[in-house]
């Protein structure tokens, strides 16, 4: 999914932002233990837990006494991973992390960018063909594809917005408005939101992709308003919720500096005229059901792994979101994203977008190095990555778990969240 809640108007949004910040704040500082303070882990291997004691490694702050767990093998199955990674010590240097990676990995290779660019629009342009001819019973798996196959023009907007496909910064301006267009995403908004998703991952309240509902955040909310987040984040229509995302976020010119204003309008009549005569000429000649089927129904399939791709990436019951005064940026990169295996074909038409661990360490590394990148992490810090497998399993964890920020547990579901006010209340 996407952000955690929408509010009528930036300037109520960004209050309500201060303040549940201030409140997770407070909360991070209650119960905190004097300087050279001890972290209790409890690693849980077959059932048996062990109390393991090991010093803080910032002697000067203080620290929250704090509940790690360590998955055994069979409750990692169950949430859907192959691997759990062990927790991510404080402190680590990025550039250390970074010196891991080849420093191949970090060249751009036009030719790799353009072969990209030719694999997403032909699989765009056959898969439009095959819909308009494929028989009714078989459009739903057409529009699999085709939803597959827009999610590839994202990903190379993505790229361009990272600066990261092609060594000119105008031709990736140029590609970058004109694929994310089609999905009406304006680019230039998007890339300056997206950058904060990566300057604070997994930070409570100021991530911009996603990040779970604080407790104080829910109690503010009206009742249809909480009743409503809690059915679209609490059930399967999660996987969509980045159309959410996409609508506050992307097309209100004042959540953006004086300075990007002018490039994100760029973008939005970019979008606009795409809406306006690209959907108008594509209805001209295919009629409503035309549109439904050629656009409206591949733009949901990519929204679909828009958001699958947001929630599998920085979700697990295992992975925290921390306040800012807590937030390592290691420890969010590395410990706190997912390296996911889906079926081939997809990761062919979404370029490797899954193997997310190099990109959120550095996003200036090209999509088509990425596995490259990835191995050299692993050989140096493979005991931190965490890796699993696109499956029912992971799908379900994701739909019934992940909810509610809890100090100690990282997560709470909603009804844990009822249950909770019920016997205080």
Not at 77 to 92: A, L, Q, S
Not at 213 to 225: Q, T, Y
Not at 238 to 249: E, G, R, T
Not at 356 to 365: N, T
Request: proline residues 5%; aromatic residues 12%; hydrophobic residues 40%.
């Amino acid at each position: 999914a996407s952000s955690g809640n929408s509010s009528s108007s930036s300037s109520s949004s960004s209050s309500s932002r201060r303040h549940v910040a201030e409140c997770v704040q407070r909360s991070s500082r209650s119960g905190s233990r004097s300087a050279r303070s001890v972290t209790t882990t409890v690693r849980r291997r077959g059932g048996e837990a062990q109390r393991v004691n090991a010093i803080s490694l910032e002697e000067e702050t203080l620290e929250t006494l704090e509940e790690t767990y360590s998955y055994s093998e069979d409750e990692v199955r169950e949430m859907g991973f192959t691997k759990v990674g062990d927790p991510v010590p404080y402190g680590i240097p990025l550039s250390d992390v970074l010196n891991s990676i080849p420093k191949k990995a970090f060249e751009k290779d036009n030719t790799k960018a353009y072969k990209s660019l030719a694999i997403t629009l032909f699989a765009c342009a056959a898969v439009e063909a095959v819909i308009a001819v494929v028989p009714l019973w078989l459009l739903p798996v057409a529009w699999v594809v085709a939803g597959t196959a827009f999610t590839g023009l994202f990903v190379i907007g993505h790229d361009c917005g990272h600066r990261s496909f092609h060594t000119s910064k105008l031709v990736e301006d140029v590609i970058g408005n004109a694929l994310m267009s089609i999905l009406i995403y304006p680019y230039e908004g998007w890339r300056f939101k997206h950058g904060q998703h990566h300057a604070k991952t997994n930070m409570l309240v100021e991530d911009t992709a996603w990040h779970p509902v604080v407790v104080e955040e829910l109690e503010e909310m009206h009742p249809f308003i909480r009743a409503s987040t809690q059915v679209i984040l609490g059930t399967p229509i999660k996987f969509f919720a980045s159309i959410l995302h996409w609508l506050k976020w992307h097309f209100n010119l004042n959540l953006y500096k004086k300075s990007e204003k002018k490039r994100v309008l760029t973008s939005i009549v970019c979008c606009a005229a795409f809406t306006l005569v690209g959907l108008p000429v594509l209805f001209k000649y295919t009629g409503w059901f035309g549109l439904v089927k050629h656009w409206v129904m591949p733009w949901l399939g990519f929204h679909f792994w828009l958001s699958a791709f947001t929630l599998v990436h920085h979700t697990s019951p295992h992975i925290p979101f921390k306040s800012s005064e807590e937030w390592d940026p290691v420890q969010a990169q590395l410990g706190g994203t997912v390296h996911c295996v889906y079926p081939k074909w997809v990761e062919v038409l979404c370029h490797d977008i899954n193997v997310h661990v190099p990109h959120h360490l550095s996003p200036r590394i090209p999509h088509y190095r990425l596995r490259m990148a990835y191995e050299g992490i692993k050989e140096k810090y493979g005991n931190y990555v965490n890796e699993a497998t696109f499956n029912w399993k992971l799908v379900n964890m994701l739909v019934n778990k992940p909810h509610v920020y809890n100090k100690v547990k990282n997560y709470i579901s909603f009804k844990e969240t009822e249950l909770s006010t019920d016997s205080t209340g």
